[in-house]
């Protein structure tokens, strides 16, 4: 055991170590505030500048064109006659839809219902005779340049159908595929089909045209038009002379419109009419009209006499009109059009949505978003724009604007000397950006 001395001088030795490690456990928090308070004054500044102003948006302003549309529904009218049948019977079309015909030119025939047996044999008959000699003489099936872009041109509207999603129209577009080739065939058959191998079954098929013939009723065409199966009751309410008496919910569109009362053309060899129906329309094809509604606030954009285009969904063409007349109601305003071509395109087309394109703008065109400080009574505004890495504002004229974009040019009495200019780098989103902010 040790003395009480020796006790002593241990005790005070382990104080005093006590004492080293503490005094070196201070002096290390000291370094390690000192180095966080470097660190504060060094770095977090460059930290807040990236955090809040390193990723500010920009782009190049470029000149483009911009497009003033405005949206609008309503119908397309004609200067038509309905063709109406004589009796019961059977339709025989004898002009395909859409398709111009002369004056008293035959475009359909009207037998007995009781003929429908006949047509049947008379169809089938012909399908066997055609594809018969199309097996035995494939070298004379070569197509035509005209039976080409028929084809082609129902092939191009796959391309419409898969950016509109309406893919309903793919059974019509096979069927009139189905009908050209048929057609064509039967073309060529009846040019060079005099092979004696199918003159027995001419010789049939002849006799039964013959039976059918005999309770036939032909309908002629009242003048030079276009020939569209199917029709409705409501030529009298969509006539040019009703035109201007039409009245906002006359002209929206809604299913019962579009599909009430309507007889639809299958591309059919015949079809079966009651008597007194309308099966058909023979439209002038010298001129037609687009009357619709469109909102109040744009109608201010139309005058009557403006020179407009009408983009129709389905119709690749822009169809050239003429502004004949705009008429506010309470709500919304009637806009009358009227164009003499492409006719052909829409004239199996009553209540639809178009767009009219009033005017294409080109210049400066940037994102609405873009821009501040809106003065909506001179149509100007500010936009951030990029000189020498700082943020510079301007006055900027708003000269037409559409959707979510604007064309803008610099103010034509003010006096600054570097205005906005083309290829100028502009601030996408302004927002809390600051007048000679600093931009990477």
Not at 222 to 246: C, R
Not at 263 to 276: C, G, I, N, P, T
Not at 430 to 438: D, F, K, L, M, S
Request: a neutral charge; hydrophobic letters at 35%; aromatic letters at 8%.
């Amino acid at each position: 055991m040790g003395t009480t001395k020796d006790k002593r001088i241990n005790r005070s030795s382990e104080a005093s170590l006590k004492k080293r490690k503490a005094k070196k456990k201070r002096n290390r928090r000291r370094a390690v505030r000192y180095v966080l308070i470097f660190f504060a004054l060094v770095y977090l500044p460059a930290m807040w500048k990236w955090i809040f102003h390193g990723h500010i948006e920009t782009d190049v302003l470029h000149s483009d064109t911009l497009e003033i549309a405005v949206k609008s529904e309503g119908v397309f009218i004609w200067d038509e006659t309905c063709v109406k049948s004589p009796k019961d019977g059977i339709v025989i079309p004898k002009a395909k839809q859409g398709e111009r015909v002369p004056n008293k030119f035959d475009f359909a025939i009207i037998v007995d219902r009781d003929s429908k047996r006949i047509l049947s044999e008379i169809e089938n008959l012909e399908k066997n005779i055609i594809r018969q000699f199309a097996e035995n003489n494939p070298e004379v099936l070569e197509p035509d340049d005209e039976f080409k872009n028929q084809v082609q041109n129902e092939v191009s509207k796959l391309t419409d159908i898969a950016v509109n999603r309406n893919f309903t129209a793919i059974d019509e577009i096979r069927a009139t595929l189905e009908n050209l080739l048929y057609q064509r065939n039967r073309k060529i058959f009846e040019n060079t089909g005099d092979r004696l191998y199918v003159e027995d079954k001419k010789r049939e098929l002849e006799i039964l045209r013959q039976k059918l013939n005999e309770s036939a009723v032909t309908v002629k065409s009242e003048y030079s038009g276009i020939v569209v199966w199917g029709g409705t009751s409501d030529e009298e309410k969509y006539s040019p002379d009703n035109m201007k008496n039409l009245q906002i919910e006359d002209l929206e569109t809604n299913n019962e419109n579009d599909e009430a009362g309507t007889l639809k053309m299958r591309y059919e060899q015949f079809f079966d009419v009651s008597a007194d129906q309308i099966f058909a329309r023979l439209v002038n094809n010298d001129k037609g009209w687009y009357v619709c509604a469109i909102n109040k606030k744009d109608s201010d954009k139309l005058k009557t006499g403006d020179e407009i285009s009408l983009r129709v969904d389905g119709v690749k063409e822009l169809i050239p009109c003429t502004v004949e007349a705009v008429d506010a109601f309470e709500n919304k305003s009637r806009v009358i059009v009227s164009f003499d071509r492409y006719i052909e395109k829409v004239v199996q087309m009553r209540h639809v949505k178009a767009d009219l394109v009033i005017e294409n703008v080109e210049g400066l065109k940037i994102p609405l978003r873009s821009l501040i400080n809106r003065n909506i009574y001179d149509n100007t505004a500010d936009v951030f724009v990029v000189r020498a890495n700082r943020a510079v504002r301007k006055r900027v004229k708003i000269i037409a604007e559409q959707d979510s974009f604007a064309i803008i040019d610099k103010l034509s009495e003010s006096t600054d000397t570097s205005p906005i200019k083309i290829f100028d780098i502009y601030v996408v989103n302004p927002q809390n950006i600051e007048e000679g902010q600093v931009i990477n």
